[in-house]
């Protein structure tokens, strides 16, 4: 099938540097990104237990025509995933006359690992550059269903709801068919690690967004009232969109821009999946878009997530070795990026409050960003505190960085990221007059209660 071998020259051009999963999987040929993506990141999450269980049975030995990275995958399906998709084409026959062997041999892995589950297999030294695993957070989508409805459906299908989570342990300790509410996200479901709904009907249906925690934070920390004007600036996959979208209740306008025709494809079919509604894409670069121009006179909302390292990424560092450290080269280029974007962003007339957000770990991307975008515009915007209980805050590298967030594995299980709230500050005029402008001195209610319940992050 045309899936196996898209997903083969995706882990062959990963291995080779040519780019990311995620950058190849949008620059291949196959339609069902979502599909081809899934396969590539779990062929490759298991790539260790893959590769033993290859080579003790023999398998390149006896089919010498058979490519590496297409066995890889095609003993992911046959093995670990849930069987050849369709017919299975050639392969079936093929990868049939050694299952038997095959299987035999994961077997003699988990009894030599001492595990019975194949998961195990991952949480005994599998996942190169991880040390915890991070549950699989589940957004619900507002627009179409709301959190009680899910949590029955999934009653339904024989899974255990534990209620809302109190603090990190409890979702550490998710096992089996044990699900969660996010102790810090109202519409955020919580599963075990391994837990895979991309073939799930709610999923597909789009009531389900499969999205990670530290993602979500974005768009929650960004709050538009509904009817509100946003920018989402570079808005591709498109997942942070649908929750703007959410938020706003499809009542105000997302202006949406990204300059990757196939990207910006593929995220108008997740918005018109999640019934997104309120949403205009356009196929530009945000740094080309005038803020003096009349259709973004109202937007009082920015969020910029702009292209980064992905140095944060539980996926990215299983796709390329060294991913954590990008070079000095490439982290110069990037922030200089970072920097003009966040700068033009804060050049709108009407702007009230903008999210900075990267999934990096890179001082360089994160705290430099922010602090001499804000020295460019003294006075005017200040950061805002975001979620005093969140245990991970920015680095202190200027005064006020600990208002910024970050998240990493350890400390949130969640993804590497980082997030700064930014909002403008009141500006007399120079008749000494105030000039209008909204005033932020007091945290907000929503800061309020987070720091009242701080002990959910203890």
């Not at 590539?40 to 089919?63: F, H, K, P, W």
């Not at 179409?144 to 339904?156: E, G, H, L, P």
């Not at 979208?245 to 910006?264: E, S, V």
Request: charged share 20%; aromatic share 6%.
């Amino acid at each position: 099938m045309a899936l196996y071998a898209a997903a083969a020259a995706v882990l062959a051009g990963v291995e080779s540097r040519q780019g990311s999963i995620k950058g190849l999987v949008y620059a291949s040929s196959f339609q069902n990104v979502k599909q081809l993506y899934a396969l590539v990141c779990e062929t490759q999450r298991y790539s260790a237990v893959l590769d033993a269980v290859i080579a003790s049975a023999g398998l390149l030995r006896a089919e010498k025509k058979l490519r590496p990275h297409l066995a890889k995958v095609l003993v992911y399906e046959l093995l670990l995933g849930k069987g050849f998709r369709g017919s299975g084409g050639r392969w079936k026959p093929l990868l049939g006359r050694h299952q038997a062997r095959l299987k035999a041999e994961l077997a003699r892995l988990k009894v030599h690992r001492g595990v019975s589950r194949n998961e195990d297999l991952l949480e005994v030294g599998s996942r190169p550059g991880t040390t915890c695993q991070v549950p699989r957070f589940v957004r619900v989508n507002t627009l179409k269903t709301c959190s009680d409805d899910a949590i029955d459906y999934f009653k339904r299908q024989g899974f255990s709801y534990q209620g809302q989570a109190s603090s990190l342990d409890d979702l550490k300790a998710l096992k089996g068919k044990h699900f969660l509410l996010d102790p810090l996200l109202p519409d955020l479901l919580v599963f075990p690690a391994q837990t895979d709904l991309h073939e799930h009907p709610l999923y597909q249906a789009g009531h389900l967004i499969l999205q990670d925690k530290a993602s979500c934070l974005p768009a929650m920390l960004l709050a538009p009232p509904p009817g509100s004007h946003v920018i989402d600036a570079c808005a591709a996959p498109g997942n942070k969109t649908s929750h703007l979208a959410a938020l706003l209740k499809n009542q105000g306008k997302i202006f949406a821009f990204d300059l990757d025709a196939k990207r910006l494809a593929s995220m108008a079919t997740l918005l018109a999946r999640a019934g997104v509604s309120c949403c205009e894409l356009a196929e530009e670069d945000f740094l080309a878009v005038s803020p003096s121009d009349e259709r973004y006179r109202q937007v009082q909302y920015i969020l910029l997530d702009p292209s980064c390292s992905g140095s944060g990424m539980l996926t990215r560092q299983l796709e390329e070795p060294g991913a954590g450290t990008p070079s000095k080269e490439r982290l110069h280029a990037l922030a200089g990026f970072q920097q003009r974007a966040l700068c033009h962003a804060l050049t709108f007339p009407s702007l009230q409050r903008l999210v900075y957000s990267t999934c990096s770990l890179c001082q360089e991307e994160n705290e430099d960003v922010v602090r001499e975008a804000l020295q460019q515009s003294p006075g005017t915007f200040r950061l805002a505190p975001a979620l005093p209980s969140w245990p991970h805050r920015g680095l202190s590298t200027f005064p006020g960085a600990e208002h910024c967030l970050r998240a990493s594995p350890e400390t949130t299980l969640t993804g590497g990221f980082f997030v700064a709230v930014i909002e403008r500050v009141e500006v007399p005029s120079p008749t000494g007059r105030s000039t209008g402008t909204r005033t932020y001195t007091q945290p907000s209610p929503k800061e309020k209660e987070e720091t009242a319940n701080s002990s959910s992050w203890s």
